[in-house]
Structure formats: structure tokens, C-alpha cells
């Protein structure tokens, strides 16, 4: 059930890497509590930056990203336990077994002992890992690294859930696994928001999205929105129409004053 209630909120959010590097350039948007909201653009488009800043994992330049009502670079450690990222590059501790991380995982959220054991083994055998779990997570293969990343992102039922393109590289067999339950936890009230080059999943899963452009965001709405909008038969042709450039043409606009005259000279 979505409610009225804005549980992301940004504004004016930029992000200026060095000098020069505008990969996020003033963008807005909301999300309410318990949508499946999708984030989607080209390469070098800014979502992982933007997703970074919700998340408190890179500081923003300037503007305002509010998790709960809480400006997420003030209160750091109130929305740390609100919300669960897996974020594109899978880190994880190469030392350790997918059971010690998650221990450990649960510790660091203060979770009971009773309850990190009870959403471990959930956990594992929803992402299919039971029986690997007490693998050092260096013997992983690619698919099982991003698999133990979300099941590690959902341990202390966070509220907001950030997916940074969570299923790259997965077999279609775990594909379909993780948006059955994608869908579930979104239905049980979890709000997710989470960026995808696969045209297929945002249309399966979200109920809004917001396509980035050169650090911007040039078209919003719910995919059946956006095709009558751009009059296309699909979202892939939302995004060729609106998103299709070179990226070498997008990363040099990135450097350019004015990234967007291109654009508003169509
Ligand atoms: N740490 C960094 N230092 C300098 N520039 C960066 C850094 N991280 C990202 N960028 C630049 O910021 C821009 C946005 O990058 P970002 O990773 O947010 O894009 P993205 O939309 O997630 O792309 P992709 O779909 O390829 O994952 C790009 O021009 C990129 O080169
Ligand atoms: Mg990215």
C-alpha cells in the first residue's frame, strides 16, 4: 500500500565530483512510503551517485536528500538504520563466511542474537544460499556475491531499500526469484527504490519511474505513463527516444557548461 507520505525526499541535489565533474546536477524528486520507485539512464548518468548520497556512502555538493524527514548527511546514524543498500560493486569482507558477515551485519544494527539467527537462515534460503554459507565469500561466484548482497541489505528490515542495478549478472532462474521477492517485501510495506538497464525489470516491478539524463531527470511518471507521453509502444523506446546518445557525447556534456542545450534545441 502506498501512502501519502513523501519517505524520500530530494532536492536541488547536486553532486560535483573535482572541479568540473557535474555528475549530478540539480535533481528533485520524491518517493512515497511504499512504492517500488525505479531510477533509469544511461551510463555515467548520475544514479549511482545519487543512490551514494541517499545512502550517506558520498557527500553532496549542495541541495537536500531527507530520508524519514531526516537530512541524511545530518543524521547519519537515524537513517543508517532505516534504510538497506546492495550497491553495484558488491564489497564484500573476502575474510569472512556469508554466516559471519551477517552476524556481524546484525550485531552492528543491535539487533537480538534470536532474531539475527531467525533472518539469517530466512535469508539464505530465499537467495537460495543455505547450503554455501559457511564459504569464505571469496570462493563466490558473481551471481552468488550479488545474491548474499541483498539477502546481507535486508537483514535488519530496513524501511527504504536501495537497489543499485540487483540483478546484473544474475541467471534468469534468480532473476525471477529476486522480483518475487522484490514484490513481496515491497507489498509488506517496504519502499524501494532501485536502477536497472534492464527494461524488462522496471516495467515488471516499478510503479514510477524517473529517467536521469547528464545528471538531470528529464521524464517522470509510471511506465504506461511515459509510453503514452513519448507515444512508443514500450520503455525501451522511452528511453532510446529521450535517453539514446553516445556516451562519450554524454561524458563530455558532463564537462560543459550548459549540458543541456542540446536538449532544449529539439
Ligand atoms: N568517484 C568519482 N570521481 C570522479 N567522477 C566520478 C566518480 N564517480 C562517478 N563519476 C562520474 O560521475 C558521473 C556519473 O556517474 P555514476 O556512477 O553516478 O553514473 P550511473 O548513472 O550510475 O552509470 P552506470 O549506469 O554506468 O552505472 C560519470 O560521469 C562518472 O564518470
Ligand atoms: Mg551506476
Excluded at 551510463?43 to 531526516?70: D, E, F, R
Excluded at 575474510?95 to 532474531?115: I, V
Aim: glycine share 8%; aromatic share 6%.
Amino acid at each position: 500500500m502506498v501512502s501519502n507520505n513523501k519517505i524520500i525526499e530530494v532536492k536541488n541535489l547536486v553532486k560535483i565530483y573535482g572541479k568540473k565533474i557535474k555528475a549530478v546536477n540539480g535533481i528533485t524528486f520524491s518517493v512515497k512510503e511504499g512504492e517500488f520507485f525505479g531510477f533509469l539512464g544511461p551510463n555515467g548518468a548520475g544514479k549511482t551517485t545519487t543512490i551514494n548520497m541517499l545512502a550517506n556512502l558520498v557527500k553532496k555538493t549542495s541541495g537536500s536528500a531527507k530520508i524519514a524527514g531526516l537530512e541524511v548527511s545530518e543524521k547519519a546514524n537515524e537513517v543508517y538504520h532505516k534504510i538497506g543498500f546492495a550497491m553495484q560493486e558488491v564489497g564484500l569482507d573476502e575474510t569472512a563466511t556469508a554466516r559471519e558477515m551477517m552476524q556481524l551485519h546484525g550485531r552492528l544494527y543491535h539487533m537480538p542474537k534470536q532474531e539475527i539467527d531467525s533472518q539469517i537462515k530466512k535469508l539464505l534460503k530465499l537467495v537460495e544460499l543455505e547450503r554455501v554459507a559457511d564459504r569464505y565469500t571469496s570462493t563466490y561466484s558473481g551471481g552468488m556475491r550479488r545474491r548474499f548482497d541483498l539477502a546481507l541489505s535486508l537483514l535488519h528490515r530496513p524501511k527504504v531499500l536501495f537497489l543499485d542495478e540487483p540483478t546484473t549478472g544474475l541467471d534468469p532462474h534468480a532473476k525471477r526469484l529476486i522480483w518475487g521477492h522484490l514484490r513481496q517485501l515491497n507489498k509488506e510495506g517496504m519502499t524501494i527504490l532501485l536502477t536497472t538497464h534492464a527494461m524488462d525489470e522496471a516495467e515488471a516491478l516499478c510503479e514510477r519511474i524517473a529517467i536521469i539524463d547528464r545528471g538531470k531527470i528529464v521524464a517522470e511518471g509510471s511506465p504506461k505513463q511515459l509510453e503514452r507521453k513519448f507515444k512508443v509502444k514500450n520503455l525501451e523506446e522511452v528511453f532510446l527516444k529521450i535517453a539514446g546518445h553516445s556516451f562519450q557525447e554524454a561524458e563530455l556534456n558532463l564537462r560543459a557548461t550548459d549540458p543541456y542545450a542540446r536538449l532544449r534545441g529539439r
